[in-house]
Structure formats: structure tokens, C-alpha cells
């Protein structure tokens, strides 16, 4: 099981004065978070925020992810996260003997997973133990971040000079790979919350955490925590233009829509910026978020990660040399494992978060250039400054949804034909229950409901192959307005250069 963001706990190892009083404390994901937030603020900043330079530990400062099950079965006291998931699993016979949670220090850079902690190294070994024990291939679970980076894995494990399995591994020791609410494509939320700190559950966090950073970090520290968070960024949307529309329109659009969703990042109002009057697409949102940004912060996205699409089967096999193409599927190919199968289960119906309204940033007191807008409210969808579309509150449909009904059925990204079966879960929660009940299709609640977990089971159990695929959403529709295709279609020949 490789969790998300907001499943991970981070504890405090440093033994220097300044940290003593944190040692073996949580300053992710506890009480005491939220204690240290209140009563020193400046030494939680410090702690939490990784070193500019090397995007390792600051000097005398030592956090590591929280390990085993209570890394992750709940976020704060009641607040469940993966509990019900590991219940559930026991009354088919798992237990530690047999199943793993593999937490990580989600702030690096996927690279330094690895070069810190090895992480992947770990993560390869137990798998490979475990199958050794067991004589039987390994389920992979995987939610919201965490299926990006089980993504990157399967690039890594395999690749000459990283993982050294070699192009038969994932097939040797893997049988499926169930896919929750997985941001395969980025979160849009991500943008605004390194741009300008915006929150709105930007972080992929709960109401909890959302409360704290917001009630006590202005939002320039929120900024300049999540810019020195480098997997934060891992989550900015991938495919350019060519996923999430240009100036004239967008796969998602709705008939009858005002302004196309392609207009990302709206500056509708009269601006006496320097840096841009008009609107911005996706894709242009990323000269402008450097332009906004420190030199360090643009250097640190841009060598971690790339963000574009690869439009031949050459290309794609260029780019399984290439680390920071790792995390994007639309650059990489899935393992050459044809008995494979890939599960992809993701809630839909939940308004979020699609484009945004910006202005200048007139407050004096104010560190950043820009701000949303949030006079903009009411029709068409808009809500304090935020444009809401389709997908599960936190990741867009297109997110989740585009790879599994499409784009792993292109050729150059997915040679070996390994198989993929999609689930879509509405988003119906109960009015009484405070985390939506047993079928709600919010991004981390989904993880209780109830339909999810007899299909877990199913998986984990061996009888994946009794699933149905079930899609309630337009995403085939819009999959097919995406600007990306076969080789040799004739849409290729009309698509734009990047």
C-alpha cells in the first residue's frame, strides 16, 4: 500500500537542542502539528521546510515518515484514513505477515526518495521477499500521489543504473495494480497553492490540516513552504495544452459555457501588471509561475520533472532513460508486463477546482504579486475566485480518468497490452455523516466507502477478473477532444507543436 500525501506522517529525529523537544513528535499529521503550529511557529517552519539547495534536510534538522500501519490508518485521533481499508483486508486473512504499507517523506523529489532514504530499494526488496514467502505475484495499492509514485517505481525498479530488475521484473513479481483516485495526470490545485499559497484543500489535505495552515501562516509562509516541498510540485498538471485546452477551448468544456476552461488562469479585471494582462493556459501558467517564483524553485520543478507529452513510440522509448520522465505518462510507457492488470477506481460528481480568477496582490504587507480573485462568485460554476468543474473535490476527471479510458490504450504507451479496467464511483454522500458515509466519492473519504472495499478485496482476494467496468462520467467523450493520438491518425498531422 503507497498512500497519499496526507496519509504519511512525518516525525521528528534530530537530537539537536532546537528539535529535542519534537523527538519522536509529529509535525505532520499529529496533534502535535497543530501544537507546534500555535505555540512556535518559526521552528515548525523550520522543521518542515526542506533545504533550497540540496532539497534534503536543513542543517541539525531530521524528519522521516511515520512507518507501518499507524503511519497511516489515521491522520489525527478519529480521523481515519487507511483503517477501514486494513480492516477489511483482515477479514481475508491479511496481516503485517503478508502486507505492507510503504510510507514515504512526501516532500522530496521522487529522486531523493531514494538518495536519502532508498526508498525504492526498500519498497523492491520487500516485494521481492514477499512473493519469495508467498509463491504468488503482488497486488500494488495505491492512492492520490502515491500512484504517481508507484508509477515512477515501475520506471526505476526496472531501469539499468537505478533498480537494476531489468525489463522482465514488474512481470516476475507483479500481478495488479489497483489505482485510487490516482492524480496520473497532476492536480491543478497544485498551481495555486505554489503560485500564490491558496488553499481550498489545495494540498490534497484535510478540513483539519486546511484549518491550521490557513488560521496560522500567511499566505506567502504557505508559498514559501510548499516551493521548498519539492513533491508538491511533482502534482502540477502534465499535458499542456494539448490535456487542458488552449484560448479556444478545452476537452471538458460544457455546452453553453461562457469562457472555455482553457483559460486557466483568468485575468479578467483591468491589471497595471508587468507580468501579463491576459489570460494564461496551462501550459503558459508555467512562465508565469517561475516569473512569480525564487530562481532555485523554477531550477528544482524543472530538473525533477517533466511536464509535456510525447507524440511517438520513439520518444517514448528515448524517455524511459530519463528520470524526471518517470512521473508522466503521457512521456513513459507502462512495463513490458502483459499479464499486468491495472484497476482504476476514482470517485466523480464533486465539484473541483478547474481554473482560477487572479489579480495583483495589493496588500503592502504582501511578499507575492498575484492573488485570486475572489470577488468573482456565483454562475457558471464560479466560487470565490474559482473556477469548479468534474472530478472528486481534489483531482480533475481528467486526472484520473483520461489515462485509464484512453490513453493507456495507445500503443506507444502501453506496447505489452496490459490490462486496464475502470470503476467510477458517483460521489452520493450521506447529509448525516461528516465524511460522507458509505458512498461518498471524495478524494480521501473514498477510501471508507464501502462499494471500494469489496472491490479491493476482490483484487486482493484473486478474483479481480469478476469486475465490471463501470463509467458514469463523460471522460470517453472528452478523452476523445484530447489533442493526443495514435501515430499516424490523421489528427496527428493537425495537432499544434508543443
Known amino acids: 500500500m503507497i498512500p497519499g500525501v496526507i496519509s504519511t506522517g512525518l516525525e521528528s529525529w534530530s537530537t539537536e537542542d532546537d528539535s529535542r523537544q519534537y523527538f519522536r513528535k509529529r509535525l505532520w499529521g499529529s496533534w502535535s502539528m497543530m501544537r ?12 518542515i521546510m526542506l533545504d533550497t539547495k540540496t532539497g534534503l534536510d536543513p542543517p541539525g534538522i531530521k524528519l522521516r515518515a511515520a512507518q507501518g500501519f499507524d503511519a497511516t ?5 478519529g480521523y481515519w484514513i487507511w483503517n477501514k481499508i486494513l480492516e477489511n483486508l483482515a477479514t481475508i486473512g491479511y496481516d503485517p505477515t503478508n502486507a505492507f504499507t510503504a510510507a514515504y517523506d512526501w516532500r522530496m523529489s521522487y529522486m531523493n526518495y531514494e538518495r536519502r532514504d532508498q526508498y525504492f530499494t ?19 495499492l495505491s492512492h492520490s500521489m502515491g500512484s504517481q509514485v508507484l508509477y515512477y517505481f515501475l520506471h526505476w525498479v526496472e531501469a539499468e543504473g537505478y533498480g537494476n530488475g531489468g525489463p522482465g521484473w514488474v512481470e516476475a513479481y507483479i500481478d495488479s495494480w489497483i489505482n485510487i483516485s490516482g492524480c496520473m495526470l497532476g492536480a491543478l490545485k497544485g498551481m495555486p497553492a505554489v503560485l500564490s499559497g491558496e488553499m481550498k484543500d489545495t494540498a490534497q489535505l484535510n478540513a483539519f490540516a486546511v484549518y491550521g495552515l490557513e488560521k ?25 495544452n494539448a490535456v487542458w485546452g488552449d484560448h479556444t477551448g478545452a476537452p471538458d468544456d460544457q455546452p453553453g459555457q461562457n469562457i472555455s476552461y482553457g483559460n486557466f488562469l483568468r485575468f479578467a479585471r483591468e491589471s497595471n501588471s508587468s507580468l501579463t494582462k491576459t489570460n494564461l493556459t496551462v501550459e503558459e501558467s508555467f512562465p508565469y509561475l517561475y516569473k512569480n517564483s525564487e530562481q532555485w524553485y523554477k531550477e528544482m520543478v524543472m530538473k525533477s520533472y517533466s511536464h509535456g507529452v510525447a507524440h511517438t513510440a520513439h520518444e517514448v522509448e528515448d524517455n524511459q532513460l530519463i528520470p524526471a520522465k518517470w512521473i508522466n505518462p503521457l512521456e513513459t510507457r507502462l512495463p513490458l508486463a502483459p499479464s499486468l492488470k491495472i484497476y482504476c477506481f476514482y470517485g466523480i460528481g464533486k465539484p473541483t477546482e478547474r481554473a482560477f480568477y487572479y489579480r495583483d496582490d495589493l496588500d503592502p504587507l504582501s511578499k507575492l504579486n498575484v492573488t485570486l480573485d475572489t470577488m468573482f462568485s456565483g454562475n457558471g460554476g464560479v466560487d470565490h475566485g474559482v473556477v469548479l468543474g468534474e472530478g472528486d473535490g481534489t483531482v480533475n476527471l481528467l486526472s484520473s480518468g483520461y489515462m485509464c479510458a484512453k490513453g493507456w490504450g495507445m500503443k506507444r504507451y502501453n506496447p505489452a497490452g496490459v490490462k486496464i ?30 462499494s471500494l472495499n469489496d472491490l479491493i478485496l476482490r483484487v486482493a482476494g484473486g478474483q479481480g477478473e469478476q469486475i ?15 489533442k493526443i493520438y495514435e501515430e499516424g491518425e490523421e489528427g496527428e498531422r493537425r495537432r499544434v507543436p508543443p
Open 122 to 140: 526498500r519498497l523492491k526488496s520487500h516485494i521481492e521477499i514477499a512473493v519469495r514467502v508467498q509463491n504468488k505475484k503482488a497486488v500494488l
Open 468 to 482: 465490471e467496468e463501470t463509467i458514469h462520467s463523460n471522460i470517453r467523450e472528452y478523452a476523445d477532444k484530447v
Open 216 to 240: 496560522f501562516l500567511s499566505r506567502h509562509e504557505r508559498a514559501e513552504i510548499f516551493r521548498a516541498m519539492p513533491g508538491i510540485s511533482s502534482m502540477l498538471p502534465l499535458g499542456g
Open 421 to 450: 479496467k475502470t470503476v467510477e464511483m458517483p460521489h452520493e454522500p450521506d447529509q448525516f455523516s461528516p465524511r460522507g458515509g458509505p458512498n461518498t466519492g471524495d478524494h480521501v473519504d473514498i477510501l471508507g466507502r464501502s
Open 73 to 77: 490508518d489515521f491522520f489525527i485521533t
Open 36 to 47: 507546534a503550529l500555535v505555540v512556535d511557529k518559526p521552528s515548525w517552519k523550520k522543521h
